[in-house]
Structure formats: structure tokens, C-alpha cells
């Protein structure tokens, strides 16, 4: 019927021109549809199949099936499926948009996987989830010297989009060790944005930005997003590009941090919200000296402090030191709340993955 009314109308330039301007809505709606579901169809045969004999897919096709109800509830794509929950596979295994991320936990240091882990999981995924080789993503998790930095992994610049909560990140997991998206700090994100509506934001350390794209998603006033990496920076506007938000009130600084917080009050900047989530170490030849955590985040909270509005204004402070004690002087200066428990999502096994705090003025 559709295309018959088309031939008796396209005599009929205007007639013509708004049946097909239907047809061009049914189908991006249609296919919108069908791309919502499509990330989750291969594993909806599962539902007929009998449970495998293993225990490590069984885990995944349990901890899946839980997750992806979560997800389809609110607009999501990515989330952890399996935590080192079985002694015998010392992995975890993220998904991103039906790609996955599978990290090895070396306890001898070793740059490999062993083969015959490599060979059971990938075989086990394939079957299970119906996807190649070209959809698992291998990395290394070992302990590493203080100085040493993680090296660029390769140089593919593939990126793909994955989505948390209706917003859009590119996601690489081959040229770097990390995703672009710490899936451990979705209720962090979370808690920031419920705060963030009309409020003045400023990001240090702000890697891909995702905190402030939450916030801009939110309704905040502006973010500013500060961080010394060319290629992050890089990122994040690309992010902030993907989702249409407006780059002239959420602005992207390449800067040292500290360096910044000096700029920043001599020009009587003023912030609602200072998130603050810092590598453990950094060394730069953009910096003046190494950054370290534990020992320099006393000058970092005490300079960020300076920035705040008001009584009523917050630093959200998180880090991954698992050695971090927060400096005693602080708690005399300031108010401050461990909510770190309230910030570790459900299939993170590591309660001690990061800590967080908020801190405000006395």
C-alpha cells in the first residue's frame, strides 16, 4: 500500500516529498530499534541451550544474563560479566558493546597468558557467545615498578562507541592498557550527576572526560576538563562531540593539574563540584616534578579547596592507591566521608578496587 500510494502520488511533488519523509522516520526508527537489541541477540539462544559443563562459561552466562536486564533498563551497554570469582582463572572479563576485554592477573610478573588458559577461555567464549577472535581483547595486569609506565599497546586507533546510561563513549581496547571508560566508577559518575544540575564543574586528572559528560548530560552549567595528556584531551572532545554537547561550556585544558589550580584561583575561579581522581603516579617531561598519591595529595586537596563557592560546595576524591591513608591535618580543616562502599558496582569482587571521599568546608 505504501508504494502504490507513492505511483498515484508522485504526480504530486509535495504529497510525494512528506509520504517519503515517512518512510525515511519508520525506517531510523526501525532501525534504532533494532540496534538496541541486536548487541544482546546472541544471547538470547542461550536461553534454549542446555548449561555447559564448565564452570567458568556457566559463571559467564549466569553473571550475562543478570547484567544485560540492568542494562537494557537503563540504556547501557558495558559492564563487568566476571571477577575472578574461581581461583582456576584469574581474569576479569568486561563487555563493550559486544566486544570483549579480557584482563590476565600475572602474580609472577609474567608478560603472558598461558597457553592453555588462553585456548579454554577463547574457545569457551567463542561457543558461548557466538563472537570471534576479533571481539576478544586480551591484557596484562602485573605489578609493576613505582617508575614504570604503562607503554601505548599498539597504534590501531580502532575505536567503537559503547553506551552507560543513554551517554556515548568511544571505547579503543587495542592501543591502551585501559578501555577509555573505568566501568568501577559508574556509581561514582552516577552520585556526581545526581549533584550536578546547574552547578560549575571542574575535572582534574580527567582522562576521556566521562565525569564531566555526565555532568553535561545533567544539566551543569559548564565543566572544565583539565588533563596533560594530548591524546586524552584528544578523546574526551571527541566524546563531547559524539553526545552534541557544546564545547564552549565545557571546555577541555591540556595542563598540568597543579599548574592549573595556581591559574585557576588567580583568576577567582570558583567551582561547585572539584573531582579529583588521580593516577597513583605520574611522571611527565611536562611536569616539574613526579606526582605521587600518597604524598602529594595534601598540597593537591588544600589547592583545590581554594576554588570552592561555598560551605555547600564538594571535592569528590578518588583514588587507586591501595596504601592511601588521607593526611590526619586534613580531617582538621575540612569535613570529610569514606563513601567508598557506596561506589563499588554489583560483579566487582575487589571492595578495595578505589576509595573515595568527599570533602567539604568546614
Known sequence: MIFFSFELQKNSPSLFESNLNNIIIFIKRKIDYLQKKMYFATMELLEIKNTFNHPLLNRLIKNYRHFRKQAKKTDSDCFRVYDRDIPEFPLSIDYYAGKFQVQYYSNEGSEDVPDDLTEAVETGMK????????????????????????????????????????????????????????????????????????????????????????????????????????????????????????????????????KYLKQAYDRRERYDIIIIDPPTISRS??????????????????????????????????????????????????????????????????????????????
Open 285 to 362: 617531561k611536562k611536569m616539574e616534578e613526579m606526582f605521587d598519591i600518597n604524598t602529594d595529595h595534601y598540597d593537591l586537596i588544600i589547592s583545590a579547596s581554594k576554588l570552592l563557592r561555598s560551605n555547600y560546595s564538594i571535592i569528590f576524591f578518588s583514588t587507586n592507591s591501595r596504601k592511601f591513608k588521607m593526611d590526619e591535618e586534613l580531617n582538621g580543616k575540612f569535613k570529610i566521608e569514606d563513601i567508598s562502599h557506596r561506589t563499588i558496582p554489583e560483579g566487582f569482587r575487589d571492595k578495595k578496587i578505589h576509595k573515595v571521599f568527599i570533602i567539604k568546608l568546614k
Open 127 to 258: 561457543t558461548t557467545f557466538g563472537i570471534s577472535n576479533n571481539d576478544i581483547f586480551w591484557k596484562i595486569r602485573k605489578k609493576r615498578a613505582l617508575l614504570e609506565q604503562y607503554e601505548k599497546l599498539s597504534d590501531s586507533k580502532d575505536f567503537f562507541v559503547s553506551k552507560e546510561n543513554g551517554i556515548s563513549f568511544y571505547i579503543n581496547l587495542k592501543d591502551y592498557l585501559d578501555s577509555g571508560l573505568f566501568l568501577d566508577h559508574r556509581p561514582s559518575r552516577e552520585f556526581i550527576a545526581n549533584q550536578a544540575a546547574s552547578k560549575a564543574v571542574l575535572n582534574l586528572y580527567s582522562y576521556t572526560a566521562s565525569f564531566s559528560l555526565y555532568c553535561a548530560k545533567a544539566g551543569a552549567s559548564g565543566t572544565v576538563s583539565v588533563d596533560m595528556s594530548n591524546t586524552y584531551t584528544d578523546w574526551a572532545r571527541e566524546n563531547f562531540i559524539l553526545n552534541g554537547f557544546d564545547l564552549k561550556t565545557n571546555v577541555l585544558i591540556r595542563e598540568d593539574c597543579a
